[in-house]
Each structure stands twice: as structure tokens, then as C-alpha cells.
């Protein structure tokens, strides 16, 4: 009985681990013009779960974000051949009709007029090199979240399927879901139920 018991626990281990394993993975795009950082980041973001997206240059780094399904996550070393990451900052930022891109700056300069500067260009946030492994999964979940949340103001911002009578929406899987559940789900707002007044006179009517 017992060893029946570890078998079925370990299966179940199993299958929770291929379950995991099949997710789909947040792609990024990494540019470090420098091979050894490049290839030790390449590492670190493949540990953490990512799909990593590897270039040189910023020229190279503009064509993959011009091309189609984008990474929504950009790892930018700021001095780079080409086009650097400033630079880049400054297109991603002036592009119309594209999805939010999160980027996240790499300098080896941590002074206030490299960090206002980097800012004003577009940047979303900054990591010092040498990079330190905690520290960039923490800003990179930082910006999973940011991505989060500006795809579902995009979904609230769009056409939606409301049905006419239960007055559910239709979400992106096609499942219908409460008017409240799929908000809270997309924006992070919350509800607090409570009676309007017309509804309060039509279900609890005063007795005269």
C-alpha cells in the first residue's frame, strides 16, 4: 500500500513538472555588445525561465522589435555599436499602434544625470553592471507585472463581447465570465456590493 502510495505521489510530481515545463515562456530580447556578459545574461535569463531573444548590436535589436511577436521585455546594455541604448529607448517609445514594451537599461555609470537622462530617453528602470543575478530576476518580474497590466487595460480598451442578458463578457479563451470577475481579473480594481437606490425601492419596497 505504501509503496503504491510514493508511486502515485511521484507520478503526480510528474506530471505537475511536465505541466510546468510545457507553459509557454516570456520571450526577451537581450543586446550586449560584449560576448562574455552577453553569454553569462544569456545564462542567468534561461535559469529564470525566459526565452531569450540574443543580439549584438542595436541595429540587430531594432529589426527583431520591428519584426513580428515582438519580445514585450528588452534587456539594453547602453553602449552599443550601431544604434545604443538610448537610442533605442527613444524609437520604441516613438512608435504608434504596437503593444507596451518594458525596457530595462544596462549601465555601468549609476550617476543622477545618467539615470534622468536614460529616463527621459524611455527607459523603464536600470540595472548596474556587473549585473547582479537577484537583483535582475527581481527587476525583470517588476516588469512581467508592467506587462500584465498593459495588456489588460489594452483588452478593457477594446471591443468586448457582452452577452445581452446576463450581461457576462466573453474573454480572450472564448469562456464567458462576470462583468466584475474579468475587470478585476484585467485592471486590478476591486468591487464592494452594495444596492442602488432604484434597486433597493424595487427589491425591498417599503411596507406602508
Not at 12 to 41: G, H, W
Not at 69 to 87: E, F, R, S, T
Not at 97 to 115: E, I, P, R, W
Not at 161 to 177: F, T, V
Request: glycine fraction near 8%.
Amino acid at each position: 500500500m505504501s509503496t503504491q502510495l510514493h508511486g502515485a505521489a511521484f507520478a503526480q510530481q510528474c506530471c505537475v513538472a511536465t505541466a510546468q515545463t510545457n507553459e509557454p515562456r516570456q520571450k526577451v530580447l537581450l543586446a550586449e555588445d560584449e560576448r562574455v556578459t552577453r553569454r553569462l545574461l544569456e545564462a542567468h535569463l534561461t535559469r529564470f525561465g525566459y526565452e531569450v531573444i540574443s543580439v549584438a548590436d542595436g541595429l540587430h535589436a531594432w529589426n527583431v522589435l520591428e519584426g513580428a511577436n515582438a519580445p514585450p521585455i528588452v534587456l539594453l546594455d547602453w553602449n552599443m555599436p550601431g544604434i545604443d541604448g538610448m537610442d533605442l529607448c527613444r524609437r520604441i517609445r516613438a512608435r504608434e499602434g504596437t503593444s507596451y514594451t518594458y525596457t530595462l537599461l544596462m549601465t555601468a555609470s549609476d550617476g543622477k544625470a545618467d539615470v534622468v537622462a536614460g529616463l527621459d530617453a524611455g527607459a523603464d528602470d536600470f540595472i548596474s553592471k556587473p549585473i547582479d543575478p537577484a537583483e535582475l530576476k527581481a527587476r525583470l518580474n517588476t516588469g512581467k507585472r508592467i506587462i500584465h497590466l498593459e495588456e489588460g487595460i489594452a483588452e478593457l480598451q477594446g471591443m468586448l463581447a457582452i452577452c445581452m442578458h446576463c450581461k457576462r463578457i466573453r474573454n480572450g479563451d472564448k469562456l464567458w465570465e462576470q462583468l466584475e470577475v474579468y475587470i478585476e481579473r484585467n485592471s486590478g480594481a476591486k468591487f464592494s456590493h452594495g444596492l442602488c437606490s432604484d434597486c433597493l425601492d424595487a427589491r425591498y419596497p417599503e411596507e406602508d
